[in-house]
């Protein structure tokens, strides 16, 4: 990266080099590209950016940014106070296959743990989800404190949509029992054509990759804590659950 | 986990650039669009693995970032010009902490370098603060490696002379038409 030329700029180069607006930024971390890079590549290669970027094409450069952020979409209704979807959530606990009921309350006895990559050899029942009837509810703005206090967080891949019913191929656990982090699948049930209609609603298409939260009482979240994975959201939820 | 060889390649390439980039992007964009444009520049060298050069891939890697970042300022025009605008006053700010005797010299040097076409000034600052030879300025800003090189030399010479009309000494002559 030499230029015959540099000895006769040697101090201008040196005078743009005092005035570089990078001087004083602090090194980015191991750990921040990291994570960036585990989030992008959960991003598949073949699915549009839900954020209105399209191919994104070096040669051809960059289209527009064409809709705000995802927080931003779902921070209107925030602000507007309208009534979203919830989903609720039901847990198929049982290793034998069997449903267990919803989950109410608190957490089951196994604690929630983090981070927890999904492995091959993990074979349990799946978990299954099931859609309750919409309820009257406000958005609140998706941080990453609000993610961490999540008791259930995954990233899955929706593999078959029949009826009201998705069926997510879990790629990670991020948060939950020990019961839900032995299944390979999540089943979400009751997907209305209402709910999936709501833009700040969930809306399960198979061959969508997606990071899905539930809290304590067992539904789902909506307003963009679930929802199809971004490097923005994927990034918030390795923040938040250290993954 | 394994890994596919595609997400190999991707982890060894973010290793490499990620930072670079991102110092690039910090240089150019408002603080807090760096997330924002880094993300989207990750996710476009992950689309677009196969066409990343292997043997170079950082100057490649720029213009995406370039592009990225036109986006994400387009995007937020109103809010990207405000905050250009703070950025310039804390550069100049940051500058006089860290060498208050020689404060004008940089004021100088902003301002000549805004007295440059945008494109002879990003191929100066590519020159100076990513270190990049005419022929990666080139392949960033797409141009040829010898329209690069003519672009550098004019707007060095336009810089430098620029600079000695003031002079370092004389970087607040008073009744100096010019300054703004």
Redesign the interface.
């Known amino acids: ?3 015959p ?1 540099d000895g006769l ?1 040697d101090g ?2 040196a ?11 602090p ?2 971390s ?1 750990r921040w ?1 990291n994570e ?2 585990e ?3 959960s ?1 598949p ?1 073949g699915t549009p ?1 839900p954020v209105g ?1 399209p ?5 051809r ?5 064409t809709s705000p ?1 995802r927080w931003r979409v779902w921070a209107v209704p925030a602000a507007a106070a309208v009534a979203v979807a919830a989903v609720v959530l039901t847990v198929w606990l049982g290793r034998s296959g069997g449903p267990a009921g919803p989950i109410a309350g608190a957490p089951a006895a196994d604690s929630p743990s983090v981070g927890t ?3 091959a050899s993990a074979s349990a029942a799946p978990v299954t989800l099931r859609a309750g009837a919409p309820v009257a509810a406000r958005c609140l703005p998706v941080s990453i404190a609000s993610l961490r206090r999540m008791p259930t967080a995954f990233a899955g891949t929706v593999t078959l949509v029949r009826g009201t019913t998705a069926t997510l191929q879990v790629s990670r656990w991020y948060a939950g029992t020990a019961s839900q982090r032995a299944a390979d699948q999540v089943q979400v049930e009751g997907m209305s054509p209402q709910l999936r209609q709501l833009v700040y609603g969930v809306d399960l298409r198979r061959g969508g990759h997606y990071l899905v939260t539930a809290v304590h009482d067992g539904q789902i979240t909506a307003c963009g804590f679930s929802a199809e994975v ?3 959201l994927a ?1 918030m939820y390795a923040e938040a659950f250290g993954g | 986990m394994d890994r596919t060889d595609r997400e190999q390649r991707f982890t060894a390439l973010a290793s490499a650039v990620g930072e670079p980039v991102r110092r690039y992007v910090v240089r150019r964009g408002p603080p807090d669009l760096v997330d924002d444009v880094m993300s989207e520049v990750f996710l476009v060298l992950w689309r677009r693995l196969d066409g990343v050069p292997a043997e170079d891939p950082l100057p490649w890697s720029y213009a995406v970032a370039r592009r990225c970042l036109a986006n994400a300022r387009r995007g937020v025009r109103r809010q990207a010009e405000l905050v250009e605008k703070v950025i310039r006053l804390s550069e100049s700010a940051r500058t006089e902490a860290a060498s208050a005797p020689d404060a004008g010299r940089d004021e100088l040097l902003h301002e000549a370098l805004g007295e440059l076409s945008d494109l002879d000034r990003e191929v100066v600052r590519l020159w100076a603060w990513e270190q990049l030879a005419p022929r990666e300025i080139a392949a960033v800003l797409d141009l040829t490696p010898n329209a690069a090189s003519l672009r550098l030399s004019r707007a060095r010479r336009r810089l430098a002379a620029r600079l000695r009309q003031d002079g370092p000494s004389a970087g607040h002559r008073p009744g100096d038409g010019r300054r703004r």
């Open positions: 990266m030499t230029d030329t700029d201008l180069r005078r743009m080099r005092a005035a570089d607006p990078a001087l004083g930024a090194p980015s191991s590209i960036l890079t989030a992008t590549m991003t290669t950016i970027t191919d994104g094409t070096p040669d450069g960059e289209q527009p940014r952020p990559s999904r492995t971004t490097p923005r990034g």
